[in-house]
């Protein structure tokens, strides 16, 4: 499973867990740093990543449209990068599971 981090999340993070989620990204590095929270969506369903963001926008949308892509929503507020990257070790086997299909669409973690 890949991640795509949102904009306000680190741009080290995508290089960091590269050992449990090869191919991950941020928006910045794809060019999507100014498009709108549907053009992430669509960019994320449409290239198999699973969205990583602070932002409840795209929790929301998960609600409404369901998945692809999957959510991992970071109820954790501005941390440091560290911090950020622990929380996603801490909680692979969930994030992964959510990857595989199932009933989850967003997944908050804190």
Known sequence: MKLLFDQN????????????????????????????DRTVWDYASAEGFCIVTLDADFAELSALKGSPPKVVWLRCGNRPTAYVENLNRNHVLP????????DIDCLEVG
């Not at 680190?10 to 290089?15: A, C, E, G, Q, T």
């Not at 449990?20 to 794809?30: E, K």
């Not at 994030?95 to 595989?100: A, N």
């Open 9 to 36: 999340l680190s741009y080290r993070l995508p290089s960091a867990l590269s050992d449990i989620f090869p191919g991950s990204s941020r928006v910045r590095l794809l060019g999507l740093d100014r498009s709108d």
């Open 95 to 102: 994030i992964r599971t959510m990857g595989l299909g199932g």
